[in-house]
């Protein structure tokens, strides 16, 4: 594994955006550009692409444990100038505030099995008889299981702005494809109508069915009987 690598795995863990990667290195006592940020942040194969130097990588770590543990008062830890798998373990161990036993669990959610003494070993002293030098392969197991354990997943909602579209705004996307359709705005000529509750377009034709049933209520009303006025003066007829 390389410093870049190291970099790329924890800002995809904790989801960690161009401003707060540079804020971690000012923490640290390091001013970066997002230029440099992306730089580094680039796959190996890119034409853009930079090495992130030990001592930069150090300083991240600083800010990294900064960030989990708050910064103690006093000046900043001296960012080491050469970085090793061993002080690179240390410090993530520094920074998740994880304790040997917590650290061999971790390694075991992904199938990797340490033992106590071996994980001792790593943090001796270079000169110390039981000093063992900690090799890529347990360093990304331990940065696999530290994603699967504290991954961060992106909340923030996306916005599709015309800017990037060149299109009209009528609507909003967010990060899970859903969109909601704007009502279109009318022109300053065209007076709206008021609202009338139960009013509907036409409202005077009233349809009346000639079929429909008469009600109880109709049926209890009197009927009025409309006659000619030749029937009411008509004579009454002799009878025979």
């Known amino acids: 594994m390389n410093n870049n690598d190291v970099l790329r795995r924890l800002r995809y863990t904790f989801n960690y ?30 034409i853009n692409f930079v090495n992130c130097m030990d001592s930069q990588l150090a300083y991240f770590l600083n800010g990294f444990i900064n960030e989990k543990r708050g910064k103690k008062e006093g000046p900043n830890p001296v960012a080491e100038k050469r970085l090793s798998n061993n002080i690179i373990l240390t410090k993530l ?24 003494p071996e994980l001792s070993a790593f943090s001796r002293k270079t000169d110390h008889k039981h000093y063992r030098e900690c090799k890529d392969q347990v360093l990304r197991n331990l940065l696999q299981a530290i994603d699967k354990k504290y991954h961060v997943e ?19 996307t967010n990060y899970k494809g859903k ?62």
């Open 93 to 116: 161990k520094i920074a998740l505030n994880l304790k040997a036993e917590e650290l061999i669990a971790l390694l075991g959610s992904v199938d990797f099995r340490l033992n106590k």
């Open 17 to 46: 955006n161009d401003k707060q990667m540079i804020a971690l290195f000012a923490s640290a006592g390091l001013q970066v550009s997002r230029e440099q940020v992306s730089q580094w942040l680039k796959k190996d194969d890119d």
């Open 179 to 240: 969109s909601s359709t704007k009502k279109s705005t009318k022109s300053i000529s065209q007076k709206e109508e008021p609202f009338v509750e139960g009013a509907r377009p036409n409202a005077s034709a009233i349809y009346v069915n000639p079929n429909k049933k008469q009600s109880a209520q109709d049926k209890t009303k009197r009927g009025v009987l409309k006659l000619r006025p030749e029937d009411i003066y008509k004579q009454p007829s002799k009878k025979s």
């Open 154 to 172: 992106r909340t923030s909602k996306f916005v599709k702005e015309s800017a990037d579209t060149g299109r009209n705004t009528d609507h909003k």
